[in-house]
């Protein structure tokens, strides 16, 4: 693959080297020849594992500066992704000429104009906003080469079909498109097939080197000591953590627990508001809370590096729950923490996912606010 990279742009090598990686990732060794020859793609691949720069590097690389349209166009299902997507354009378009930005619901339209006015190559944004652009005729499609659905288990429903196939349609039809998702179950596959021709079927299980660089425990714990135990957790040093929870009401009464005893928490749930949502990711971001208390659905896709610990405050209900959650920690060759909070009950199950998934799953305790790892 170091044959690849020396074939692309002297910027996107740059910004290669100092990001420091070495290899490119499982999913990116197969996206992105495959992409570079133009083939549409739909990727399935858990989170974590570089699908962005797997569409990113191969849609810029095929960027004519020169030309003042849009040549990249990445639709995603929320603003907060595409913040995150919009931030690595800036990152990896350094030293080039191209420019981007992001357009996205509930934000200024005429801000959004003024931003049009200053012709970017690519653009990411919702799917809402770029399709009342696109019928404003304010955003002008006809030049795209690469048309990206990221995160398509949430875009391909019900809600956003028509506004997709609106966007489709503005978009060259032989054009390139790409899809991608953490999961892509059979009825996102088959609504795909109908609409996009030849697509380059690509799946990319959890690689053993993120798991193995992880380290898996457990700790045991009365139901009604579950909230204390994960407080005690915060306490340790250099801790910044997620902790996976079942459903929104237990979010805000696990968070409200917390912040009441002096705990830096801050919760997300999909009922808690576009604002409500975006404060809690900036005081995580910003370290303001060194505790992110979730729900499976709201956390999708939102990347935050440095996470040292996921803890399973409710315990995952399959294998694909555990390795979705755990990917938020050990990312990009860090290593981390994956902690299951269970009652004796739910060790049972623990223990079956670990076997299932060839984990090396241990007890831990806590002592003197450290985990320690306790010897079979």
Request: charged residues 25%; neutral net charge.
């Amino acid at each position: 693959m170091d044959t690849l990279l020396e074939s692309l742009p002297e910027w996107i090598q740059k910004q290669w080297k100092k990001e420091d990686f070495k290899d490119w990732t499982p999913v990116q060794q197969e996206m992105v020849p495959a992409a570079l020859k133009g083939n549409s793609l739909i990727a399935e691949a858990p989170t974590g594992t570089g699908k962005t720069l797997g569409y990113l590097i191969p849609g810029m690389n095929k960027i004519d500066p020169s030309s003042k349209n849009v040549q990249l166009l990445i639709i995603v299902p929320g603003k907060e992704l595409a913040m995150q997507v919009h931030e690595e354009v800036g990152k990896w378009s350094t030293g080039s000429s191209i420019h981007s930005a992001v357009m996205i619901g509930g934000a200024n339209v005429k801000r959004q104009y003024e931003k049009l006015k200053k012709k970017p190559q690519v653009i990411t944004g919702t799917p809402g906003r770029i399709s009342e652009l696109i019928q404003d005729k304010k955003l002008k499609v006809h030049e795209v080469q690469t048309l990206v659905f990221d995160e398509a288990d949430q875009l391909f429903v019900p809600d956003h079909l028509a506004t997709l196939d609106l966007i489709q349609k503005a978009v060259p039809k032989n054009e390139q498109r790409i899809i991608c998702s953490a999961t892509v179950p059979d009825r996102v596959m088959h609504l795909a097939e109908e609409r996009i021709d030849n697509l380059v079927e690509i799946r990319v299980n959890q690689s053993m080197k993120q798991i193995e660089s992880m380290t898996h425990v457990f700790l045991v714990s009365e139901k009604r000591d579950k909230v204390k135990m994960l407080g005690k957790l915060t306490h340790m040093h250099g801790f910044l953590g997620m902790a996976f929870l079942n459903n929104s009401f237990d979010v805000d009464k696990v968070t409200e627990k917390l912040t009441y005893n002096g705990i830096q928490a801050t919760g997300l749930h999909g009922d808690k508001g576009k604002q409500g949502r975006e404060l809690a990711m900036k005081d995580f971001r910003e370290q303001k809370a060194n505790l992110l208390i979730t729900t499976d659905l709201a956390s999708r896709g939102l990347d935050v590096k440095g996470v040292s610990h996921v803890i399973h405050f409710d315990l995952a209900n399959d294998q694909k729950q555990y390795l979705h959650r755990a990917g938020r920690t050990a990312r990009a060759g860090e290593s981390g923490t994956v902690v299951s909070i269970v009652t004796e009950g739910e060790l049972v199950r623990l223990k079956q996912i670990a076997e299932e998934l060839k984990l090396n799953l241990k007890e831990a305790s806590l002592y003197f606010g450290e985990l320690m790892v306790q010897d079979e």
